[in-house]
Nanobody, 116 residues
Framework: QVQLVESGGGLVQPGGPLRLSCAASGFTFRSYAMSWYRQAPGKERELVASISTNGGNTNYADSVKGRFTISRDNTKNTVYLQMNSLKPEDTAVYYC?????????WGQGTQVTVSS
């Protein structure tokens, strides 16, 4: 079955970096676009970044443009989210997402907390 497992979250000071990883299994990873979403307390889940099958096309929410970079390694079935210049408002649970076999699949989420 499709599985997405995030890792790399944690507590980071404002201005610091963090890299999230999402290990995928159960499907042909290189054939599917992938995305990162986040959900802050009391807010709706929002799209942060997405990447095409070969990594050639990426899209970002305006709030993270210039600070976050999505990438993928199709040899490792992994998608990454490099987050730089983190702000307190980036605090959220971050989820990996793939629309595979006609369904939205989500990881369990990883908590990112930006605080001094």
């Amino acid at each position: 079955q499709v599985q997405l497992v995030e890792s790399g979250g944690g507590l980071v000071q404002p201005g610091g970096p963090l890299r999230l990883s999402c290990a995928a299994s159960g499907f042909t990873f290189r054939s599917y676009a992938m995305s990162w979403y986040r959900q802050a307390p009391g807010k709706e889940r929002e799209l942060v970044a997405s990447i095409s099958t070969n990594g050639g096309n990426t899209n970002y929410a305006d709030s993270v443009k210039g600070r976050f970079t999505i990438s993928r390694d199709n040899t490792k079935n992994t998608v990454y989210l490099q987050m730089n210049s983190l702000k307190p408002e980036d605090t959220a649970v971050y989820y990996c997402n793939g629309y595979v076999y006609g369904y939205n699949h989500w990881g369990q989420g990883t908590q990112v907390t930006v605080s001094s």
